[in-house]
């Protein structure tokens, strides 16, 4: 009987080690979160998983004309937004309507896209692949292309076991990654843990940031995931009338999703159409620069008075959220040893 | 004694466990003028007007067997994209109880809302089939492509049936009277097209024309005899 038993043990051990790709990964993020809202039992996480999105990610083999990826608007040094363009600009350096979204605690987003327009992370990539601004390639090509390359299949083996290469497979890699970009080691987390204090001037700038500001950017995602009308006049150009285009509903008219302030030191330029360069530009605008309408914000019915040094000292708060540690992740970064490692040349 | 009792009990134990089922088979097409609808072929649908497809794919889901007002039989994982103009027969099949007794077929012709805001999905479901919208989550319910003189001489038309949220929401329920385990299911285009309640020849985005739409779409499915 106890050698049935070990016979079987030795069995399970072999059959669960082989299975390797299956090895689950946890994603860590503090207790004192909420817990997300993204669906892990439809794409559990595993290494092998996580590194084939990261792959994706960064390989422009997804675009047209194999000069454009996802990190090409969504660089991990700037928290993976573009930086110093107000619209973002891709294939053949044609710009959209819009700013890039800075990507980071994704798992706790149901609606992306500055107008709600995605409605689950998993069909997020398709967006910019079929833009015509952007990556201006067909999602059902760009299968066609990781089939035929040296490098996929393999890594769809590592990740689930056999090289078909599907839609739903490669959608669901990159939300893994993505999924893995959670960023809550900034300063302002380490007071939070009592590991660090605020300087006198981010503590006076964190007080007037939870009396002004705190509504909308909720605390610790710095977003409450919400669509508002910050009071910014529409761009007589763009003429982008934001949540209202996906819902056809006039009450979501000027309407955009509410972004996270985490590392908006490095998240410039500003707003949905990148319209401010600088933090003082926002402060301005929140202070002298709303327009009302119909559909603005209950938050900024009130006027915001701050003094000068009232603003110093909030965009002091604001910089406590930066989180160094996050934005130069290797774990993040673009991974050379896949791309440039000499055996994998095709 | 023992070898009889065992003998009814094995006998009783292989009834029950292998109830007898039947097939029943659902073939589906389009038809203009009683004539089964292909690709790049002219059909005239009356005296003055002509019809040529291009593209007619659609999905159907959440198919339900029904015995007068009540559903008896449910299609689990109910999810199929058909192409209404290839050669191939669209037959969808599935086995029900050999006792089931319906009166009537259901099925949806689209989508439902909460596989819409629930991501990627593989198979007839797979993002990458060309029936998923990319710059506004969801599916495309029908796709329905070609050239009618209805909108000018040799003129386009582009219909491409979306939407799931309030309003917006295009998907659209069939109800067929059979009891046939057979049936043939046509969607006739020569009469839809000959009503011409057009508003334009083109829609590619959820709202109230969608829904307009897909209703009347809807209403062309029959039972052919």
């Known amino acids: 009987m106890k050698k049935k038993i070990s016979v079987i043990a030795v069995l399970l051990v072999f059959v669960f080690s082989a299975s390797g790709y299956k090895k689950a990964y946890r994603l860590v993020y503090p207790g004192s979160w909420p817990k997300p809202t993204y669906n892990f039992s439809e794409n559990p996480l595993s290494e092998a998983k996580i590194e084939l999105g990261r792959v994706l990610f960064y390989d422009p083999l997804l675009s047209r004309d194999t000069t454009i990826s996802c990190a090409s608007c969504h660089s991990p040094y700037n928290a993976f937004t573009h930086v ?8 053949n350096d044609r710009i959209g309507t819009r700013n890039s979204p800075a ?22 990539a398709l967006a910019p692949i079929e833009n015509p601004d952007e990556m201006d390639e067909s999602f059902s090509h760009v299968l066609t292309k990781l089939r035929n390359s040296n490098l996929y299949p393999e890594l769809f083996m590592q990740a689930y076991g056999d090289t078909a290469i599907t839609g739903e497979k490669t959608l669901k890699a990159v939300s893994a990654f993505m999924l893995t ?21 981010e503590q006076h700038g964190y007080r007037l940031f939870l009396q002004y500001c705190v509504s909308c950017h909720a605390e610790p995602l710095f977003t409450n995931n919400s669509f508002a009308n910050n009071g910014l006049p529409a761009d007589t150009m763009l003429n982008d009338y934001g949540r209202m285009r996906v819902t056809l509903d006039v009450n979501d008219s000027l309407l955009f999703k509410v972004p996270t302030l985490r590392n908006i030191e490095f998240t410039y330029p500003y707003m949905h159409d990148g319209r401010f360069k600088k933090l003082s530009d926002v402060l301005k605008h929140y202070t002298s620069g709303i327009q009302h309408s119909s559909t603005l914000s209950k938050e900024l019915q009130q006027k915001i008075t701050l003094s000068a040094n009232e603003k110093v000292d909030l965009t002091a708060f604001l910089l406590t959220l930066t989180d160094k540690e996050f934005m130069f992740n290797p774990k993040f970064g673009f991974p050379k040893e896949i791309f440039f490692n000499p055996a994998k040349d095709n | 004694m023992r070898k009889t009792a065992l003998l009814i009990l094995l006998l009783t134990f292989s009834a029950v466990v292998s109830a007898k089922t039947k097939l029943v088979q659902l073939d589906f097409s389009a038809v203009i003028n009683g004539e089964k609808a292909v690709t790049g072929t002219y059909f005239h649908f009356n005296a003055k007007d002509s019809l040529m497809l291009e593209n007619f794919r659609c999905y159907i889901s959440g198919i339900e067997l029904l015995d007068q007002n009540k559903t008896v039989f449910s299609e689990s994982n109910s999810y199929h994209l058909l192409d209404l103009l290839t050669t191939n027969n669209q037959i969808i099949e599935f086995s029900i109880p050999e006792k089931l007794r319906f009166t009537h077929i259901r099925f949806q012709l689209g989508i439902d809302s909460l596989t819409n805001v629930s991501g990627a999905y593989g198979g007839d479901l797979d993002p990458s089939s060309g029936m998923y919208w990319s710059w506004q989550s969801g599916y495309i319910n029908v796709k329905l492509e070609g050239k009618s003189s209805v909108f000018g001489k040799n003129q386009a038309f582009t219909y491409h049936l979306g939407g799931y949220s309030k309003e917006q929401n295009a998907l659209q329920t069939v109800t067929l009277a059979t009891n046939l385990l057979q049936a043939k299911i046509v969607c006739d285009l020569g009469n839809f097209f000959n009503e011409n309640n057009f508003t334009g020849n083109e829609i590619m985005s959820p709202g109230k024309n969608a829904v307009q739409f897909a209703t009347r779409l809807a209403a062309a499915f029959m039972i052919s005899e």
């Open chain 1, 103 to 124: 990507l980071m605690n994704l798992a706790w987003s149901n609606l992306l896209m500055w107008d709600g327009a995605v409605n689950h992370i998993d069909v997020q």
């Open chain 1, 181 to 201: 970009l959670i960023s809550a080691n900034s300063k302002y987390d380490q007071v939070k843990r009592g590991e660090a204090e605020f300087t006198t001037q």
């Open chain 1, 84 to 91: 110093d363009h107000r619209l973002s600009h891709g294939i």
